[in-house]
């Protein structure tokens, strides 16, 4: 199996035309059609049905796509790390932030990272959930989230970094802004930025335990937290919320947290790598100048820092 044919594979299945991957990767479409052949031949099944508008991924050719992904990101940080070992160019980083670190210590982290790594370009993604799509098929070095599901322990690796409060959050000014009890949001829609994610499990499960069995028709889907904020300032929607996200300069003057006087389970946030795979140096840089500026973030005298990092607990031993 050669890395080229797989290069043209994953271009065929992103594009769904061999003349509009053909064109992308600076080839005919010839070769890319012999490419696909030979690649059909060494798995010995085939990996594309053809239609009159393209083609379409067999199951064999959805399986194969997954791996052929996870190898290409692999190879292509490979190549990177040697070529920065070589000093040719500075290579790449790609990581996932759950909303209330990129608002905290992200910030810093970043600081830090490119005083010492300048060159490296940097790609960020906000992390969401906990199935990790992007992380399972090497889009991302790493992610700070929301462990994996114990079912996804084959492929992930997580340490547990911080713990942090919940809280019911809506827009500034909204009627129920002085509610003490989930009972009495009975009636409400919410926003939730997961749709059937062991996260939001948990929420619902939360909610129904006080009795807010919600119906489908009350739950809606944000897939940003700008997104979920905005959708939240246009109505009476209502989300669960980290403490660290309420208190940032994002939410603070446009959201308020509900004086909710039900006890709320604390959400623990995690660094979640791929199991067995080897950080390049600069994604290792990375992950260091995150975890001393959590360290800087806790001990700061800054009054906007401070009250984002008031509720959050660092786990024992990291």
Known sequence: MKIQHLRCFTHIAEKGSMRAAAEQLGLSATAVSLALRELERHTGAPLFTRQPQGVALTYAGRRLLAHARLILAQI?????????????????????????????????????????RSGVRLDFSEAIGTSHAALRDGTLDFSIGLAPPKSQSANFVSRDLFSC???????????????????????????????????????????????????????????????????????D????????????????TRMTALPIQDELPEMTTSLIMRRGDTQSAAAQLMI??????????RDSDEPSIRRMMNSVEFIEGD
């Open 76 to 116: 292509d940080r490979a190549e990177e790390e040697i070529e920065q070992i070589r000093g040719l160019k500075g290579g790449a980083v790609t990581i996932g932030a759950t909303p209330w670190v990129s608002q905290t210590i992200l910030p810093r982290a970043l600081a830090d990272f490119q005083r010492i």
């Open 288 to 297: 260091e100048c995150f975890v001393e500026a959590a360290k800087a973030c």
């Open 237 to 252: 929607m209502l989300t669960v919320c980290p403490w660290p996200l309420v208190e940032s300069p994002l939410m603070r």
């Open 165 to 235: 409060g919940l809280a019911i959050v809506g827009r500034v000014g909204h009627p129920l802004a002085k509610c003490t009890s989930l009972r009495d949001l009975a009636d409400q829609s919410w926003v939730m930025t997961m749709r059937e994610d062991m996260h939001e499990q948990r929420h619902s499960t939360m909610l129904a335990r006080h009795g807010l069995a919600l119906s489908p028709n009350q739950v809606h889907y944000a897939r940003s937290t700008l997104i979920s904020v905005a959708m939240m300032e246009g109505s």
